[in-house]
């Protein structure tokens, strides 16, 4: 079948292919028994005639001087259906022959004659038209060391052969055509349908991967068909469920952008009330609005961050040329005052003419994730360096902070799962990772010891 159409590639499909392969054979295995059986039964005839000329020529050998009479010459010759035979023993030659014995046509001898060229003048004998004369050798059959010839007519060996053929013709082409219908009954049975119905649930499913109703059912069957069958209900069974778990992520990812999107609103309406707060006169209100505020922050930045990374899935890049080493110098100046309190830094090592061709936003995201892991890890320096791989870079994002703790390690890129700080949402590395894959790179964790982590980014 093809998969475009779900057409069959060969007209009939398998079915038609098989009942051809099956004539096909049929005819074989007739022509395979009716050959051997023509050339056998030309042998017989001809060592039958060997056998009775030796016969024949026992009536010479009771008479005084070997000779008979020319009628008793005839009717013994009459009586073998030959027109001459001669007889060599070891100490004598006996001959019986009419006056006028015809000319020979061809000479077969039966005592150096193999298979095949029996088979051979056989299917010649039945070839031709019209009447030969043949001299034929052989040996006697009672006695080896006695050579008997005969001359005979080839065409009522042929009328014969012709007659016998046809009969084995008959059984044999019964027989092979009751046991290629067997077969190919049976294969229909055992092969082809419970394919067709295969193939059939594969099309169906295909075509609406939900519906159940065509869903494959599993037999009993202990061969590689039923193995087929098993694999095949459970494979659907299988995408089945991951469709409807996708269907449902995807209801649930809408409702929490929903709620993300409403809750970010009313924080920036509490954050706006609390910033009020910190202008009253109470001690108490004073002591706790700090630490409110910051909670505050921390789930407006949860919200973006959430909204932010599923936002970005299948969001168009808008690749441009630019300069990287502006770019980081950017970043430094957007994370380096906020981290200001470790005294941390961002170093520059990128070539002023480095240049790369990206979505510079979304690289920017993707950097400023990493330099902002590096500084709330505690590191004091986070070093930028990037170079050349054949057409496209390499930049390597280095930290001297206290390396990755084991759940972020286990958990590395996978998004909401490897947080290992208070106040994280994990989806740093996997944006990176996303914006990465996106532009046909990756990003890589290259080491991360006790002194520090190294990230390694590609880009085409
Ligand atoms: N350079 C680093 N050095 C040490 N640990 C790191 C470094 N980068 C990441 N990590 C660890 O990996 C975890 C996952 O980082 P990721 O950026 O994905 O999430 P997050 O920083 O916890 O949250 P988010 O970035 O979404 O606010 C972090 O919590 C941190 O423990
Ligand atoms: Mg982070």
Request: charge should be neutral; charged fraction near 20%; aromatic fraction near 4%.
């Amino acid at each position: 079948m093809t998969a475009e159409t779900g057409k069959p590639l060969f007209p009939g499909g398998l079915s038609a292919r098989l009942l051809v392969l099956t004539v096909v054979f049929v005819m074989l295995s007739v022509v395979l028994i009716f050959v051997p059986s023509v050339s056998r039964f030309r042998l017989g005839y001809l060592e039958d005639h060997i056998d009775a000329a030796q016969l024949a020529i026992s009536a010479l050998e009771v008479t005084p001087d070997n000779m008979v009479s020319k009628e008793l010459t005839n009717e013994l010759l009459d009586h073998v259906g030959a027109h001459g035979i001669v007889v060599h023993t070891p100490d004598r030659t006996l001959m019986l022959s009419p006056d006028m014995p015809p000319s020979v046509d061809a000479t077969y001898d039966l005592r150096s004659q193999g298979m095949l060229a029996m088979i051979g003048d056989a299917m010649m004998t039945l070839s031709m038209h019209g009447n030969r004369v043949l001299r034929v050798l052989g040996v006697a059959p009672k006695d080896p060391s006695v050579t008997v010839e005969v001359l005979l007519d080839e065409q009522p060996m042929r009328a014969e052969m012709w007659e016998f053929g046809a009969r084995v013709l008959e059984v044999s082409l019964v027989v092979s055509l009751i046991t290629g219908a067997l077969v190919y009954l049976t294969l229909q049975w055992l092969l082809v349908a419970p394919l067709k119905r295969l193939t059939a649930s594969m099309v169906a499913f295909r075509k609406d991967p939900e519906d159940a109703a065509h869903a494959e059912t599993p037999g009993g069957r202990g061969d590689e068909i039923g193995l087929a069958q098993r694999e095949l209900a459970a494979m659907q069974e299988t995408v089945r469920q991951a469709l409807k778990q996708k269907e449902r992520l995807a209801a649930l990812g809408a409702a929490v952008n929903k709620i993300n999107h409403d809750l970010r609103g009313i924080l920036s309406t509490v954050r706006l009330m609390s910033d009020r707060l910190s202008e009253s006169d109470s001690p108490e209100v004073k002591r706790v609005t700090p630490g409110l505020i910051a909670a505050i922050d921390r789930a407006v930045a949860l919200c973006t961050g959430t909204l932010n990374f599923t936002r970005q899935d299948g969001a168009k890049l808008n690749p441009s040329f630019f300069a990287l080493r502006g770019l980081i110098a950017e970043i430094g100046e957007n994370v380096a005052p906020a981290a200001n309190g470790n005294g941390f830094k961002l170093v520059n090592e990128v070539p002023e003419d480095f240049t790369v061709q990206a979505d510079r936003d979304q690289l920017f995201r993707a950097l400023e994730n990493l330099t902002r892991n590096a500084a709330e890890a505690g590191a004091r320096r986070c070093l930028f360096r990037a170079r050349r791989a054949g057409k496209g870079a390499v930049i390597e994002v280095s930290d001297d902070g206290p390396g990755l703790a084991p759940k972020a390690r286990e958990n590395l890129f996978r998004p909401f799962a490897g947080s290992a700080r208070p106040g994280g949402t994990g989806l740093g590395l996997a944006i990176a990772r996303e914006v990465m894959r996106a532009h046909g790179g990756d990003i890589q964790l290259k080491s991360s010891t006790g002194t520090g982590t190294v990230f390694a980014l590609t880009l085409p």
